[in-house]
Every structure is written in C-alpha cells, then in structure tokens.
C-alpha cells in the first residue's frame, strides 16, 4: 500500500514538476515547424497564394494558345429503310437513330446491334422469330 502511494507520488510530481512544451511559432499559432534560416517570410494577408510566376529570362511575352476548330455539329443521321418480315409478311419502320459511337457519328456495328435489339423488343411478336428479325436488321 505505501509503495503505491509512492509511486503515484512520484509520478504527480514528475507531470508538475515538468515545464509546459511550446511549439516555435511566428505568425502561424498551427505550425511546429521552424522556419529555415535566410528564408523570406510570408505576408501575414497572404499566407496560402502561390509565389507569382517569373519568367526564367525575365521576358514579358504572353503565352498565345492557338484556336482550336469548334466541334462539327452533325445532325441525327437518317433511319434505315423499314425492315420486311417474311414470316409475318409485314414492312417494320426502324427507330430513329440516334448518333453513334463512330468517326462523325456514324453508327458502328454495336450501336446497329444495340437498336436492332431494341427494336425487336418494342415490335414484340410483330417481328416473328426475334434471332432472325435481329439478324437481318443488323446485315440491312
């Protein structure tokens, strides 16, 4: 018992004892850091703005980015002709297309894919067997 009186004695008086630790600040309250010696120090207004560019010869030319051609606007590319369904003997009108993945925005083989599919969905049983409706539209 008397040595852990001891003991906790010891220790309230080591974090007593103990000076209190500060940090080297000089206008920062948050740095720990001590500024190198020589180094210029930092306007107090402006603390987080980068140094200002200065040109490596001291030349006073600005930079002259070139024009770039606006982007040519094409306009929805035309459906394809309707599709002929020898099973059921009926003319299906292609959905409009919308501009494709291609150079210019053609439609690629993917994209005539994708809207040949879709196409079979929303036709539903007007298009008779689906895997050939699909196939044809695609090779159209």
Same mark, same amino acid.
């Given at each position: ?10 220790? &309230? ?8 630790l500060?940090? /080297?600040? &000089?206008?920062?309250? %948050?740095? @720990?850091?001590?500024? +190198? ?5 930092? $306007?107090?207004? +402006?603390?987080?703005?980068p140094?200002?560019? $200065? ?5 006073q ?12 606007? /094409?306009a929805?590319p035309?459906?394809?002709p309707? @599709? %002929? &369904? ?15 993945a291609?150079?210019?925005?053609? +439609?690629?083989? /993917?994209?005539?894919?994708l ?6 969905? &929303? %036709? ?6 689906? +895997? ?5 539209? @695609?090779?159209?």
């Amino acid at each position: 018992m008397q040595r852990a009186f001891l003991l906790s004695l010891l220790a &309230v008086a080591a974090f007593v004892s103990a000076p209190p630790l500060h940090a /080297q600040t &000089v206008d920062d309250p %948050y740095s @720990i850091m001590r500024p +190198e010696p020589g180094a210029r120090q930092p $306007k107090a207004s +402006e603390p987080w703005l980068p140094p200002k560019y $200065k040109s490596p010869r001291g030349t006073q030319q600005q930079v002259k980015r070139p024009r770039t051609a606006p982007p040519l606007v /094409q306009a929805y590319p035309q459906s394809p002709p309707p @599709i %002929y &369904v020898p099973e059921t003997g009926r003319l299906l009108p292609n959905l409009p297309a919308l501009p494709g993945a291609g150079p210019g925005g053609r +439609e690629t083989g /993917q994209d005539r894919a994708l809207r040949c599919q879709h196409q079979a969905g &929303v %036709y539903g049983d007007a298009t008779g067997n689906r +895997e050939a409706y699909v196939g044809g539209c @695609i090779n159209q």
